[in-house]
């Protein structure tokens, strides 16, 4: 490797550890953090500022960080495996996702341009058919105020359409995260509520109005939200008690269910005549319930009793309304 290209390469990792630590950093931990003298950093800095043009700001106790809304100079290049994954991620964007992100489409005409030309191709035409698709402006001016109240760390008053109390209602929100449901088909803020003096999480869809305020927030509690959203089954945060799952698959769908990694705590203990258990910890069952109905008869639920009870309800409604030949639910 050459000293131009090592040179190169420091620049983007100097820059990229400016983007990801905003109070800054000082020479010395540059310095540390890439494995080069303080005085290449030095040098480096100087770079940045006068024949990149990076906006630097040199701050108290002699931390340097670069100025909000910079352009990263690095450019994006994959290897063919990378390639690969980056298509399938983009995939499965496409195949949940029905009113087009025009941000999300922006970000994958760029990557278009760092795939090989097969790949890229395919990717170019699915966002042909996405941008084919009626926007929602409002949804789209949602998510872009939530993204920089949680990029900035900047509270944003939400006005949102409440399920459970069947109104709108407001509330002013500390963006902590934003995460998306496992299929794809919804994102979801979570963060610090101050209607409700406790975290909660919204449904982007569900928001009507999101605005930007000028308060900042420190995130607190934020380790414990990361922790909860590993254990639970989708993105539905629940209490400090878990449910212990049990439900037992018959032969027909055994293999299907042993073949997958399902969640962390899963445990699958084979049965007599080829059936097979699922043992698992989740905080809630919310969306659980759907996924075991999913499997109809070839699931038997055997525990938490409550599972037992919800999914049998469910079942044995489904059958009255089969029995009947209803072609309305609401009958």
């Not at 449901?181 to 979570?190: H, K």
Request: glycine share 6%; net charge neutral.
């Amino acid at each position: 490797m050459t000293e131009q290209v090592r040179r190169s390469a420091r620049l983007v990792e100097i820059e990229n550890l400016l983007r990801q630590n905003p109070r800054g950093l000082k020479t010395s931990e540059l310095a540390e953090r890439t494995g080069y003298s303080s005085r290449t950093i030095q040098r480096d800095l100087a770079v940045l500022e006068s024949e990149l043009n990076v906006p630097l700001i040199e701050g108290d106790g002699r931390r340097w960080r670069l100025m909000p809304g910079a352009t990263p100079i690095g450019s994006v290049r994959f290897s063919l495996q990378e390639a690969r994954a980056m298509y399938l991620a983009t995939r499965q964007f496409f195949r949940h996702q029905w009113e087009p992100d025009p941000d999300a489409l922006s970000a994958l005409q760029k990557l278009a341009g760092a795939l090989p030309p097969s790949i890229a191709s395919q990717v170019l035409g699915a966002i042909a058919q996405q941008r084919q698709r009626p926007a929602s402006r409002s949804h789209v001016a949602v998510i872009r105020t939530l993204t920089e109240g949680w990029a900035d760390a900047l509270s944003v008053q939400l006005q949102y359409r409440s399920q459970r109390a069947g109104a709108v209602l407001s509330t002013l929100l500390d963006p902590y995260l934003l995460e998306p449901s496992p299929n794809g088909a919804a994102t979801y803020v979570i963060g610090f509520s101050h209607e409700h003096d406790q975290i909660r999480m919204f449904k982007a869809d569900r928001i009507i109005a999101a605005t930007l305020t000028e308060r900042s927030f420190e995130p607190t509690g934020l380790d414990d939200v990361q922790q909860q959203l590993r254990r639970s089954w989708g993105v539905m945060l629940g209490g400090d008690d878990d449910y212990e799952i049990a439900v037992e698959f018959g032969r027909a769908v055994a293999d299907r269910v042993r073949e997958t990694n399902w969640h962390s705590t899963q445990r699958l203990i084979p049965l007599e005549d080829g059936r097979v258990r699922l043992e698992l910890r989740l905080p809630s069952l919310l969306e659980f319930v759907p996924w075991v109905r999913g499997w109809g008869h070839e699931a038997l639920v055997i525990s938490p009793p409550e599972l037992v009870r919800e999914v049998a309800e469910s079942m044995a409604l489904a059958a009255r309304q089969y029995a009947r030949g209803d072609s309305s639910m609401g009958k």
